[in-house]
């Protein structure tokens, strides 16, 4: 739905900033920038909607060139929620969020339903809040109301460019949670610019891992975890986290731990060798059974048990463990 095709951009001091980019964003993904400080992840984001204007190379949306439509539409179709979300202050909550349908020529009849709904989706009281003036609410809540003025607009596409990097920790992980529940229900496009690995992590469908004006990586969140695609991308992960994710056994294959064996009992139960531990012991648990045979590309390949797996879970060794 969103395509970069070889953008560049040179600032007019001669900083380029983004160096022949190719990037596809599909429809209902929520796709997170990430890198260092100056990397090019706002100029990014600011390409997309033509706050900052591309040296050479094309960005469409749904096929269509953007450098075609008009800046006015362009940014009517596109909700932007940044760091330190410009409410309006003397405007109350219910005017800023209202604002855009508002441009849009809508009455307020046909939206105010639909803002009291995002208000409770991010867990605000329209009663309480809405005739507010965002100076009487905390930071984190008017952050949430930023989302909830992107949302309003109904547009296909929302940019959001660090916009909980300015909250304490705690509205920080509410907000993240609050983000992918949300996106659950109204799936829309959205590009996130974060420096945060664990909010990469955590909110992303796909990451894009850039320095210096280049993509160096796009991967879904477990993918990059276990094929950093160069030594920057493993060093910015962190070779800590890495660990982490690789030891944890809910995200482990059962596969160290089948029995293969050439003359295999025919068993009642199979799993595919692509299952996790965890998995497998769920199923194990849910079908009452000890033992299961495990297929790959439908050829039968072994035997696993539930003890094994256990023994496993529980971190000892077999020998152990007798
Ligand atoms: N108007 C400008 N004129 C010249 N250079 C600019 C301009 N805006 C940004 N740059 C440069 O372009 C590069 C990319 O900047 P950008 O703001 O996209 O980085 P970023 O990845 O968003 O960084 P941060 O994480 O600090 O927000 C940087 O080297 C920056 O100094
Ligand atoms: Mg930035």
């Known amino acids: ?34 890198g260092p400080s100056g990397c090019g992840k706002t100029t990014t984001m600011k390409m997309i909607n033509r706050l900052i204007s591309i040296t050479s190379g094309t960005i469409e949306i749904d096929g269509k060139d953007t450098s075609n439509v008009k800046e006015v539409e362009l ?3 596109i909700g932007y929620v940044i ?10 909550i219910e005017e800023n969020v209202g604002l855009i349908p508002k441009l849009k020529g809508k009455k307020k009849a046909e939206y105010e339903n639909r803002v009291d709904e995002l208000l409770n989706l991010v867990g605000l009281n329209p009663d309480i809040y809405k005739k507010r003036y965002p100076l009487e609410l905390s930071g984190g809540q008017q952050q949430r109301v930023g989302v909830v003025r992107a949302l309003a607009g109904e547009p296909p596409i929302i940019l959001m460019d660090e916009p909980f990097s300015a909250l304490d920790p705690i509205s920080r992980e509410q907000l993240q949670d609050e983000l ?21 992590l955590k909110v992303a469908d796909e990451i894009v891992v850039m320095k210096e004006g280049v993509i160096q990586q796009i991967a879904a969140p477990a993918e990059l975890l276990e094929n950093p695609a160069n030594d920057f991308v493993r060093s910015f992960i962190g070779e800590e986290r890495i660990q982490t994710y690789l030891n944890d056994h809910s995200r482990q294959s059962i596969k160290p731990f089948i029995h293969t064996m050439s003359d295999i009992p025919h068993l009642e139960h199979t799993l595919d060798s692509s299952t996790t531990i965890k998995q497998a012991v769920r199923y194990f648990i849910a079908n009452k059974i000890d033992t299961a045979a495990v297929t790959e590309r439908d050829q039968t390949i072994g035997v696993l048990k539930k003890d094994r797996l256990l023994t496993a879970l529980a971190g000892i060794d077999e020998e152990e463990a007798v």
């Open 180 to 200: 992918k529940q949300l996106q659950t229900t109204i799936k829309k496009t959205i590009v996130f610019v974060t420096h945060d690995m664990d909010e990469a």
């Open 83 to 92: 760091q330190r979300i410009g409410l309006f202050p003397h405007m109350t």
């Open 1 to 34: 739905m969103i395509r970069f095709k070889n953008v560049s951009k040179t600032f007019d001091d001669g900083t380029e900033a983004i160096k022949d980019m190719n990037l596809h964003i599909k429809e209902g993904q929520l796709v997170a920038l990430i």
């Open 75 to 77: 940014r009517r179709n």
